[in-house]
């Protein structure tokens, strides 16, 4: 399993915005056709998806209660990507991972299904916390 490494957490209020970061360059490097995106678990939860996107075609995917606040998006050479949140909630109050797969595309599977387990993904990282406070 390829390690991922994300950032951009941190605590903020209701309706603030953040900007997490995953560097999946060591992923891309020997990757063509996949999909990658977050997950996140809050406190005694199971992990959920939240958004994803299909590399090839840059097709995306977000879970209900973050369509309108959440962007999915990656830079051009394929080496970051990216969840800009906007509009906050503290249900939103999670650890935040990001993800990517080969077998996991179209990116319709990375939402409103049951979770994977991380360690049969192709890559992982190992989360940011972010922390909504009302």
């Known amino acids: 399993q390829v390690p991922l490494v994300e950032s951009g957490g941190g605590s903020v209020e209701t309706g603030g915005s953040l900007t997490l970061s995953c560097d999946v360059s060591?992923?891309?490097?020997?990757?063509?056709?996949?999909?990658m995106g977050w997950f996140r678990q809050a406190p005694g939860k199971e992990l959920e998806g939240v958004a994803a996107?299909?590399?090839?075609?840059?097709?995306?995917t977000y879970e209900d209660s973050v369509k309108g606040r959440f962007t999915i998006s990656q830079d051009s050479a394929k080496k970051t990507l990216f969840l800009q949140m906007t509009s906050l909630r503290p249900e939103d109050t999670a650890t935040y991972h990001c993800?990517?797969?080969?077998?996991?595309?179209?990116?319709?599977?990375?939402?409103?299904?049951?979770?994977?387990?991380?360690?049969?993904?192709?890559?992982w990282g190992q989360g940011t916390l972010v922390t909504v406070s009302s």
């Open positions: 060591e992923y891309t490097r020997t990757h063509t056709h996949f999909c």
């Open positions: 993800a990517a797969d080969r077998a996991m595309c179209p990116s319709e599977l990375w939402v409103g299904r049951g979770p994977p387990n991380p360690y049969f993904l192709d890559a």
């Open positions: 996107v299909r590399v090839i075609d840059r097709s995306t």
